[in-house]
């Protein structure tokens, strides 16, 4: 048994006692994981919308 770091993007680091021998690197912890800081992460979904319309249009006519 070792101590192992989880390093996330957000420099965060916690570590775990475990029989793994490597550190692991995550993406999202529980400090910066949205539902946790309630903070949401909105998405310009207008554009999206802009291109889909434009690339179908001559489909729908």
Do not use: A, G, R
Request: hydrophobic fraction near 30%; charge should be positive.
């Amino acid at each position: 048994m070792q101590k192992i770091f989880f390093n996330c993007i957000c420099k965060e680091k916690f570590f775990l006692v475990s029989s793994f021998k490597n550190n692991i690197n995550i993406n999202i912890c529980i400090n910066c994981h949205p539902y946790y800081t309630k903070k949401k992460n909105f998405l310009d979904t207008s554009e999206k919308i802009k291109k889909f319309k434009k690339k179908y249009e001559n489909f729908y006519k």
